[in-house]
């Protein structure tokens, strides 16, 4: 059985009046993401939010669509990678080739777009390229399967990890401006800290 | 370019002047000094030399934040605080750049650094002569001890009443913070259990008011950019007091050549909003960090110095060096809540020195570091020691327990290595300079040193009564790339930062290391930065530059 939370009850936007009015609008919009995307196309955006969902193992639509619509802007941006190792594509032909060697590879495995696989197939799609394990090479040429991998896994990852639904899942305080921390020892936790269940 | 949504766009900044207009600026027709780069080095020789009444210009690529409405409580949405312009990278062990070690703005890395100010402790100015490896630097530990000491007054260094290692012991000018964290207070008793001696980290954050300042609310977001001004910065601190004194700061400009004039620097040329401009200066130092220096230098070659500015050494962009910083995450049976108040409040230097028991040379510092969510997750899927991945059901599981983990992290030296390096590639950037590649592959010392410090990291994780889980690989800071040194055959610089090669011009910050030590460097950064601005105020008045 799928492992519980330990804070049910908790929801961290219940705080969004106590931070600051920047923080605010930083995650007011991640809770109502767009569905229109200026990079990829719808085709690309549904298999993208598929694999995104295996990664991250969640299956909320809101937080799919955030991630889908981050990764989306921060690929089409005309900001830098910070870094890149030589002999990876930059970011707009990583994602367009790792796409597509993703539908690849499930076709060749399983006769199927990545979509239309069962949840385990599109699993093991993704453990193979993980693993830079792939059966198509050919879609691959250009792209290491595990290079596409690592850097789609950070992205999303990043991503999942910042909208406030998650961050209630984990029982993480998140925004404390201006008001901070004043219990921060062990043991001691702020009023409108999320308490654990006690089993 | 620009990136960095919602920001004021004043790009002129002096005594009783913000304004969007390059037509204000203050020393148009020259200066004495032009600073390139506004961080650690730059802000604390701004400051220094604008007071000793010369006439002074930053010129800083990134925006003059306000962390009013600037900075956030959020860990994604901070990364702009990075240098985020792509790099290539290189070499087996290849670093990730951008917010994790770099900045870019007013403040620089001051800005998201978790403020720990250590020193260096004497043996690491002189490694080749002590271990055999490195090389000595051209100056000692008390060379820079004054200097030292006054970074710490003039920014109220917070920190414990006896240190235990090194040539300093304290005290510190402000008192040590306390309460401190509970994942700081697991790792003190942890080490106390293991017989490691333990310090509450020395911070450049306030513990009591200072000049208007507040102390530190335990928000936890450092990393983020400090919205109290509890945190020090260049941007809150040294950089106001600069402009007070006189000095001009003209930020979102992006210096792209160095100019000469025969055998002597003449000034720098700038891009601003698509525009090229020019600063004239008697001197020009270059702050710009050990990837953006380098280039620079390398970019502004020309006829009589076809190698790059300041390079009849070769030696311009070698010898990088990052610290290996290694985190091992351990899940304990109660509550750690490891993103509650100042990200890192204990640490020990226990291990810093060479042990000639162990199968390395030099050493290291281990941090009890607290961690948000975005960093935990991302670090425990996508960059595992072991190379493997975390994902789908077994990364959402880890994450559930995120209250339960408490962190270790290490700041470990990497000896310097000629071919860990900044080059120019063959990719232009959107000033049409050469984009940078930097190469970097750890050397068997430095791989021994690290497994070395994971298995203390776990030591200590167990000796909490936790299980350690996950460890990363990562590294923390950049050194070195444009070393000091006695001989211009093998460096770049004088102890004072004065290029060999040419007199008037200078380089300060983390570039001029000879090597990384095993602790942070900010304190080292700002202390070598106050050497150059006395030996600079007397040369110039003397005119001997």
Redesign the interface.
């Known amino acids: 059985m799928?492992?519980?939370?330990?804070y049910p009850d908790y929801d961290v936007w219940k705080e969004n009046d106590k931070?600051?009015d920047?923080?605010r609008k930083?995650?007011v919009k991640r809770k109502a993401a767009q569905v229109e995307h200026q990079f990829f196309d719808p085709n690309q955006a549904l298999l993208l939010q598929a694999i995104v969902s295996?990664?991250?193992?969640?299956y909320r639509l809101e937080v799919l669509t955030f991630i889908v619509q981050?990764l989306d802007e921060s690929v089409a941006?005309?900001?830098?990678?910070?870094?890149?190792?030589?002999g990876v594509p930059?970011k707009q032909e990583l994602y367009r080739q790792g796409l597509a060697g993703v539908d690849a590879e499930s076709r060749k495995r399983y006769k199927s777009g990545f979509l239309s696989l069962k949840q385990e197939e599109q699993?093991a799609v993704?453990e193979a390229v993980?693993q830079g394990e792939i059966l198509d090479r050919q879609a691959w040429e250009q792209l290491s399967p595990v290079d596409f991998?690592?850097r789609l896994?950070?992205d999303a990852?990043?991503?999942?990890?910042?909208h406030p639904l998650?961050?209630s899942?984990?029982?993480?305080?998140?925004?404390?401006?201006?008001?901070?921390?004043?219990r921060?020892?062990?043991?001691?936790?702020d009023p409108w800290?999320?308490k654990?269940n006690e089993p | 370019m620009n990136h960095e949504e919602g920001v004021k766009r004043h790009c002129v900044h002096h005594a009783g002047v913000r304004s969007a207009s390059m037509k204000d600026r203050k020393y148009a027709e020259g200066a004495d000094v032009c600073i390139v780069g506004a961080g650690a080095a730059g802000g604390v020789l701004a400051y220094e030399l604008a007071k000793a009444g010369l006439r002074v210009v930053v010129i800083e690529a990134g925006p003059f934040w306000d962390p009013q409405t600037d900075f956030a409580s959020d860990e994604l949405a901070m990364r702009r605080l990075g240098w985020q312009e792509t790099r290539l990278v290189d070499g087996k062990d290849p670093l990730r750049l951008g917010h994790n070690n770099s900045g870019r703005g007013v403040g620089g890395g001051t800005v998201h650094f978790t403020g720990v100010f250590l020193r260096f402790h004497e043996s690491d100015f002189c490694t080749k002569t002590l271990d055999g490896v490195g090389e000595d630097w051209p100056i000692r530990y008390q060379d820079l001890a004054r200097y030292y000491d006054k970074i710490e007054r003039e920014i109220a260094v917070s920190g414990p009443a006896y240190f235990p290692w090194g040539a300093f012991h304290g005290p510190y000018p402000y008192p040590v913070r306390e309460p401190i964290s509970a994942n700081s207070q697991l790792f003190r008793e942890a080490c106390e259990k293991l017989g490691i001696e333990s310090v509450v980290a020395p911070l450049a954050i306030l513990s009591a008011p200072f000049e208007g300042r507040p102390p530190c609310i335990n928000r936890g977001f450092c990393n983020q950019g400090c919205m109290p001004n509890a945190k020090y910065s260049g941007l809150i601190h040294h950089i106001p007091k600069a402009i007070a004194e006189g000095a001009e700061v003209l930020s979102d400009c992006m210096v792209t050549e160095i100019r000469m004039n025969g055998d002597r620097v003449s000034g720098v040329v700038f891009s601003h909003g698509g525009q090229s401009y020019e600063q004239r200066a008697r001197v020009v130092i270059l702050a710009g960090y050990v990837i953006e220096t380098p280039r620079l230098l390398l970019a502004s070659a020309n006829s009589r110095f076809p190698d790059g500015l300041a390079n009849s050494s070769g030696w311009v962009g070698k010898g990088i060096m990052p610290h290996s910083s290694h985190d091992v995450y351990g899940r304990l049976t109660d509550e750690v809540r490891l993103y509650k108040g100042t990200p890192v409040m204990a640490l020990t230097q226990h291990f810093y020195e060479t042990d000639p028991n162990r199968d390395f040379a030099r050493g290291y510092t281990l941090i009890a570091h607290g961690a948000r969510p975005v960093a935990m997750a991302a670090a425990i899927a996508a960059e595992r020691e072991d190379g493997s991945f975390l994902w789908g059901e077994k990364l959402r599981e880890s994450m559930l327990d995120y209250n339960l983990y408490a962190r270790v992290t290490l700041v470990g030296e990497v000896l310097p290595h000629p071919d860990n390096a900044v080059t120019l590639s063959d990719l232009k950037d959107e000033y049409g300079l050469p984009i940078p590649k930097v190469t970097f592959s750890y050397q068997e010392n430095d791989r021994r040193l690290i497994k070395h410090a994971i298995e203390q990291m776990k030591r200590i994780v167990e000796a909490m009564g936790g299980t350690p889980e996950h460890v990363v690989s990562d590294t923390a800071h950049l050194m070195g790339g444009c070393r000091m040194g006695k001989d211009p055959r093998s460096s770049v610089v004088n102890e004072y930062g004065q290029t060999h090669d040419i007199p008037n011009l200078f380089i300060a910050g983390a570039s001029t290391f000879v090597t990384s030590g095993g602790g942070n460097p900010t304190n080292t950064v700002m202390a070598l930065a106050a050497r150059t601005a006395d030996k600079l105020v007397e040369a110039m008045s003397r005119r001997d530059v």
């Open positions: 799928a492992k519980q939370r330990r931070w600051d920047h923080t930083i995650v295996q990664l991250v193992n969640d981050h941006s005309p900001i830098g990678e910070a870094q890149r190792k030589v930059p699993k993704l993980s991998f690592k896994l950070y990852v990043s991503a999942y990890y910042s998650v961050w899942d984990i029982g993480y305080g998140g925004p404390a401006y201006p008001r901070g921390y004043v921060v020892e062990k043991g001691l936790t800290e999320a654990a």
